[in-house]
């Protein structure tokens, strides 16, 4: 029999809980009852005790001072935290220090006690059996049940507390991690109903999965798969607003493969597709998808990539808005469906922009192949001649053309390109100014000087001085 007593400082709570309930049939004797804290640290100290029911506010010792001592003195006493509606925001402290479930006063009755209770009792029986396995240092414990749900908290402000309000979390054991937890679905209930639970309040600060095919799962192996691949398997097998569901082995299969890390030669493999070919051909396309879902990148390496879309397509392939909008909306892409969506705006822009020109696609590939070569070699001895003929056009169509894409002449263009490296040479380096001028593409550092204060309003070396950090 589990031996239990009960802390309430109102008798008639005490008296009514112990009366309600049929403790025996439950397998629990209630071994005795106090009105106060001081009251029952006496009462577990002369009589073994196994679980403590406790009101939370009480005169003098509150209930979370009890259980911090009972914790200190009584360790292996588990407890389950007695509360009203408006004491909820004390279960966070209480379910800190380890309680195990707690009870809504106003909420019992006589037909759903003992369920209540024999809920408890199986949590208190399971938690119970793996402190026994983790004493006895056994290094196989087992997932208790063939699924699980894992929670992750998303906001910085997201409290456990409130994944106590969900049944599955209430009718099961509940394994706190550091700052998520886990809950083996040893009572499952179906899928379309844990969709009705999780409220949009919640998936805004939870990221909730539910894993299953966990038969023979080793817990402790468990963790280390969430903890390693749960990020990036979700990244790719998820879709924003619902619930996601993942077997074990994808989970495990879902980490970057090795080639996602490596570099191409020459050159890292996701910036090949800065040339945009993917947003004006369906194979090209899915070229792109099939090696991203191949090499499976981090977010953040396709953060990067977008970024870089936003900041080298401006002005030519979207305007200052377009650019904008698209970047703030890239930090927003929480999985890789989403990311899908938004490469499909940059292709629909860029096809546009592309109409709006009235270019053929062959045409605008060149003019994208020329600004990468120019991005590349701008600091070297070229002019619009050697661009034209490394895409393959005349001098005169690309100079056109380019115009019309770039919103500017070449010449332009490609001195804007050399004096935004210069200004970046100017606040990373104390390399002298006739040196940045020739690095950049100009022999004479006076014409250099000059310009620069046409474009920027400071000479180099005020800019530096202005730009530079004590």
């Not at 679980?51 to 009480?58: A, E, G």
């Not at 997932?143 to 049944?167: G, N």
């Not at 109903?193 to 999965?209: D, H, K, N, P, Q």
């Not at 401006?314 to 650019?323: D, I, N, P, V």
Request: hydrophobic share 40%; proline share 4%.
């Amino acid at each position: 029999m589990i031996k239990a007593v009960i802390v309430d400082d109102e008798k008639l709570v005490r008296k009514g809980l112990i009366s309600m309930i049929n403790w025996s049939a439950l397998g629990i004797a209630i071994v005795g009852e106090a009105a106060d804290g001081p009251s029952a640290l006496k009462l577990i100290r002369s009589t073994p005790v196994d679980l403590m029911f406790t009101d939370i506010t009480m005169p003098g010792m509150s209930g979370l001072e009890l259980i911090q001592q009972t914790r200190l003195q009584f360790p292996h006493v588990r407890t389950v935290v007695l509360t009203c509606h408006h004491e909820f925001d004390y279960i966070q402290e209480a379910l800190r220090l380890g309680v195990i479930d707690y009870i809504v006063k106003t909420l019992l009755e006589m037909e759903n006690a003992d369920d209540t209770i024999a809920r408890i009792i199986e949590r208190y029986r399971w938690e119970e059996a793996m402190r026994a396995s983790s004493s006895n240092g056994s290094a196989e414990r087992l997932m208790p049940a063939s699924s699980a749900l894992v929670f992750r908290p998303l906001l910085p402000e997201s409290e456990k507390s409130e994944l106590f309000a969900l049944s599955p979390v209430r009718n099961n054991p509940f394994i706190e991690w550091e700052e998520g937890g886990m809950v083996p679905l040893v009572h499952p209930i179906p899928s379309d109903g844990l969709v009705r639970e999780l409220t949009r309040a919640i998936r805004e600060r939870w990221e909730i999965t539910l894993i299953t095919d966990l038969q023979d799962v080793p817990l402790e192996e468990f963790k280390e798969t969430v903890r390693m691949h749960l990020e990036n398997a979700l990244f790719y097998h998820s879709r924003s607003g619902t619930l996601a569901q993942l077997t074990y082995g994808k989970l495990i299969h879902s980490s970057p493969s090795r080639s996602g890390n490596d570099s191409a030669p020459g050159e890292e493999w996701l910036n090949r597709h800065q040339d945009l070919r993917w947003a004006f051909g369906t194979e090209d396309w899915n070229r792109l998808i099939g090696e991203v879902e191949e090499r499976r990148p981090g977010s953040d390496r396709l953060l990067a990539f977008g970024e870089a879309l936003c900041r080298d397509w401006k002005g030519s392939l979207f305007s200052q808005t377009e650019a904008e909008h698209l970047l703030e909306d890239s930090r927003s892409c929480r999985n890789w469906p989403d990311w899908t969506v938004w490469l499909r705006r940059i292709a629909d822009l860029a096809k546009r922009r592309m109409l709006d020109l009235g270019l053929s696609k062959e045409v605008i590939l060149c003019l994208i192949r020329a600004m990468i070569y120019m991005r590349l070699h701008a600091y070297d001895k070229m002019n619009q001649a050697d661009v034209a003929d490394h895409v393959n056009m005349s001098r005169s169509y690309f100079s056109q053309c380019f115009s019309r894409f770039a919103g500017q002449p070449f010449k332009d263009v490609l001195r804007m390109m050399r004096m935004e490296r210069a200004k970046a040479y100017l606040l990373e380096s104390d390399t002298p100014v006739y040196e940045i001028a020739m690095s950049v593409g100009f022999e004479d550092d006076k014409y250099f000087s000059k310009l620069f204060r046409d474009l920027f309003g400071k000479y180099p070396t005020e800019f530096r001085m202005n730009g530079k950090p004590f």
